[in-house]
């Protein structure tokens, strides 16, 4: 595998469910994030990690919780989610956060919420 | 909120150049000017960046005017599957502090037509 994957590519999940999106760089970076694309809006920033170490929470709600436990897994821990919540979730990577001159994406999950 | 003001969408005729106009009058003299594209439903590609002198890459060029208040980006022979979004962001080079992260806005939606 090269790049960034991400994992499941669709998930669909009750309100009342507990799921984690997994996200994997394979490309040495130190830095990850998370991001979400709801339809027809800009991606919008939630978190970022540098070095394993959370250094920004865009006021995202509790309901969605980072994990981080190395340089090359970031996961997106899922529970209780609310029906606006459906949409791309995309992860990225790069080299370095202080000098991240290109972030590389994953694919996305998409994610619908009933 | 983004710093950048682009159309929202725009179309080009196969084999033809695409160029995308972008506008930010009140960038910084440390901040760069980035384009990503995201084709439906992927996670978004990096395509060039530059400073303030013109830059060229194998996927596009990058014009930006002497005073840096705006810039455009130039695919030479568009093809079909450059149809895509095309995001404009403007940020430091190195990030140093929350908030510097990339922001997307709501890019062109650039059609390539046969």
């Known amino acids: 595998e090269t790049g960034v994957t991400q994992t499941p590519r669709h998930l669909v999940m009750g309100m009342t469910n507990k799921k984690s999106l997994k996200c994997e760089q394979h490309?040495?970076?130190?830095?990850m994030y998370w991001y979400k694309q709801s339809a027809k809006k800009p991606l919008e920033l939630m978190f970022v990690y540098n070095f394993k170490e959370q250094t920004e929470n865009n006021s995202v709600p509790s309901r969605f919780s980072p994990e981080c436990p190395n340089s090359s897994h970031l996961f997106l821990h899922l529970h209780t989610l609310q029906p606006e919540d459906s949409a791309l979730y995309l992860c990225?990577?790069?080299?370095?956060?202080?000098?991240?001159?290109?972030?590389?994406f994953g694919p996305g999950t998409r994610l619908t919420v009933l | 909120d983004a710093k950048t003001t682009q159309p929202p969408s725009m179309d080009c005729a196969e084999g033809r150049a695409a160029n995308l106009p972008c506008n930010h009058s009140t960038i910084s003299g440390n901040e760069y000017v980035y384009w990503y594209r995201q084709i439906h439903s992927q996670g978004p590609q990096y395509i060039i960046h530059?400073?303030?002198n013109n830059e060229t890459n194998e996927m596009a060029s990058l014009i930006i005017t002497e005073d840096r208040k705006s810039s455009t980006l130039i695919l030479p022979h568009a093809t079909l599957r450059d149809t895509a979004v095309y995001y404009c962001?403007?940020?430091?080079?190195?990030?140093?502090?929350?908030?510097?992260?990339?922001?997307f806005g709501p890019g062109t939606r650039l059609s390539v037509l046969p």
């Open positions: 990225a990577s790069s080299q370095l956060l202080g000098r991240a001159s290109e972030q590389f």
């Open positions: 530059g400073l303030k």
């Open positions: 962001i403007v940020r430091v080079a190195e990030v140093t502090g929350y908030g510097q992260n990339f922001v």
């Open positions: 490309l040495g970076h130190n830095a």
